[in-house]
C-alpha cells in the first residue's frame, strides 16, 4: 500500500518569500491532516479536512498561511510571505475516519523548511 | 499545565534494557495514539488503542481510561529503538475529534 506522499522534502527560502508543499494521502483516506513541528516539539494542528471540507483550521496563521483540498484528494499548504518562525516540518498524515470514530493516522515523510 | 504530558522527556539505556515510557492526559478522549518518529523521518502510528493493552513484537501499550494515563513499553531495547516517542490523544470536539499531542520521549538505546 503507498503511503502518504510529500513534496519537497527540503525547503530553504529567505524571509518574505512564498512557499508552497504538497501532499498526496492514501487512496480512499477522507481526512487528512497538515500539522506543524518545530523543533523539540510535538505536532501542532494547522488545518483538518474531510474530503474537500474543513472541519477545523483554528490554529491555522489565516493571515500568511491557505490551504486547499479542491478535489478531496490531493492538497496543497501555502505560506505567503513567510517568517523566521515558520521554520519547521510541515507533516501531511491521513486516515480513514469521518466521524468520531478514530482511525490510524498515516503520516508523510515531512517538508522541512528553513526560512533565514 | 498541557492537556498531554509525557515522561520522561528523554531516556538514555543499554541495549536489551525494559523500557517504559508513560503519558498522562487531562481531557476525555475517544482513542490514544503512540508514535514513533525517527531523526529526519516521518511519523509512524505504533499504537492506536481505547482500553486494556495492544503488543506488537516488542512493543507493548496499555492504557488506563479511569487513570488517564497510558504506557509503551519495550522490551529487550535495540540501539534501533532509537527515536522519539509520542503519545497523541484524540479528543471529542465537536462534529469530529481533535488530536493532541504530547512533547514526545526522546529515547536512546545504547549498545
Known amino acids: 500500500e503507498a503511503g502518504v506522499a510529500q513534496s519537497p522534502r527540503y525547503k530553504i527560502i529567505e524571509k518574505r518569500q512564498s512557499v508552497a508543499f504538497w501532499c498526496n494521502p492514501i487512496?480512499?483516506?477522507?481526512?487528512l491532516y497538515w500539522y506543524q513541528q518545530i523543533l523539540g516539539q510535538g505536532p501542532k494542528l494547522l488545518i483538518q479536512f474531510q474530503n474537500n471540507g474543513v472541519v477545523d483550521d483554528s490554529q491555522l496563521p489565516k493571515d500568511r498561511f491557505s490551504a486547499e483540498r479542491l478535489k478531496g484528494v490531493d492538497s496543497t499548504l501555502k505560506i505567503q510571505p513567510a517568517k523566521l518562525e515558520d521554520s519547521a516540518v510541515y507533516l501531511c498524515a491521513s486516515s480513514l475516519e469521518t466521524g468520531k470514530t478514530a482511525k490510524k493516522l498515516f503520516f508523510g515523510s515531512g517538508t522541512q523548511l528553513s526560512v533565514l | 499545565k498541557n492537556e498531554v504530558e509525557q515522561s520522561p522527556q528523554n531516556l538514555t539505556a543499554q541495549e536489551g534494557e525494559f523500557i517504559t515510557i508513560n503519558c498522562s492526559y487531562s481531557?476525555?478522549?475517544?482513542?490514544l495514539h503512540w508514535l514513533q518518529q525517527h531523526p529526519g523521518g516521518g511519523i509512524v502510528s505504533l499504537f492506536m488503542l481505547s482500553s486494556g493493552k495492544k503488543k506488537h513484537g516488542r512493543l507493548i501499550a496499555t492504557i488506563n481510561i479511569q487513570e488517564k494515563h497510558s504506557s509503551l513499553h519495550i522490551t529487550a531495547s535495540h540501539p534501533r529503538d532509537s527515536a522519539v516517542y509520542i503519545c497523541a490523544v484524540k479528543v471529542y470536539g465537536g462534529a469530529t475529534n481533535k488530536l493532541i499531542f504530547g512533547t514526545g520521549t526522546l529515547l536512546a538505546v545504547q549498545p
Open positions: 481531557v476525555g478522549i475517544s482513542a
Open positions: 487512496s480512499g483516506h477522507a481526512t
